[in-house]
T-cell receptor
Framework: GAGVSQSPSNKVTEKGKDVELRCDPISGHTALYWYRQSLGQGLEFLIY????????KSGLPSDRFSAERTGGSVSTLTIQRTQQEDSAVYLC????????????FGPGTRLTVT | GDSVTQMEGPVTLSEEAFLTINCTYTATGYPSLFWYVQYPGEGLQLLLK?????DKGSNKGFEATYRKETTSFHLEKGSVQVSDSAVYFC???????????FGQGTRLTINP
């Protein structure tokens, strides 16, 4: 079946602009996760959704970052007033209730802030 | 807090060599442990997992054993191939936390 998909695959934006990153999880997966992969920080957890609610937002680095999930499916990560330190690859993952710890990752969105 | 430490890379080996990538962890409770692999130009893929002490995860010739006494989950392969060249990440997840905590990653290059 189809895996996790993310769009866009690449995004170049100017400092100060807002960006939206999209994630389509595997059909039927109730849990969805956002991570960030950067050279200096490695792979960092950002936020976790169960259904449409986010019981763990502890990894969001600042209030410029927000995320939502609708219909228990698609999720959007929004970064407002982007800064150069936001440049990274943003990864989305999903998992099912049956195997909650087995997360399946999308290909990522490479964000470059100039 | 929970953390994962894995051996720094890069690691370069010749084809058919024996591979070990060390991974140790710090966690409250009893975590599940994972190895993920990222091949060039591809996304992260789950390579293997172990959910309790003394479990051995295995896949594609790779193995790792959950050692509670040494808080370790070292990745091994008896004979590596050029196609194993990738970045390998050790990770843990604790019950109730859901999120994965990753090590820094180890870049492995296999030369023919």
């Amino acid at each position: 079946g189809a895996g996790v998909s993310q769009s866009p695959s690449n995004k170049v934006t100017e400092k100060g602009k807002d960006v939206e990153l999209r994630c389509d999880p595997i059909s039927g997966h109730t849990a969805l996760y956002w991570y960030r992969q950067s050279l200096g920080q490695g792979l960092e957890f950002l936020i976790y959704f169960q259904g449409n609610s986010a019981p763990d937002k502890s990894g969001l680095p600042s209030d410029r970052f927000s995320a939502e999930r609708t219909g228990g499916s698609v999720s959007t990560l929004t970064i407002q007033r982007t800064q150069q330190e936001d440049s990274a690859v943003y990864l989305c993952a999903s998992s099912s209730n049956r195997a909650a710890y087995e997360q399946y990752f999308g290909p990522g969105t490479r964000l470059t802030v100039t | 807090g929970d953390s994962v430490t894995q051996m720094e890379g890069p690691v370069t080996l010749s084809e058919e060599a024996f591979l070990t990538i060390n991974c140790t962890y710090t966690a409250t409770g009893y975590p599940s442990l994972f190895w993920y692999v990222q091949y060039p130009g591809e996304g992260l893929q789950l390579l293997l997992k172990a959910t309790k002490a003394d479990d051995k995860g295995s896949n594609k010739g790779f193995e790792a054993t959950y050692r509670k006494e040494t808080t370790s989950f070292h990745l091994e392969k008896g004979s590596v191939q050029v196609s194993d060249s990738a970045v390998y990440f050790c990770a843990l997840s604790t019950q109730g936390a859901q999120k994965l905590v990753f090590g820094q990653g180890t870049r492995l290059t296999i030369n023919p």
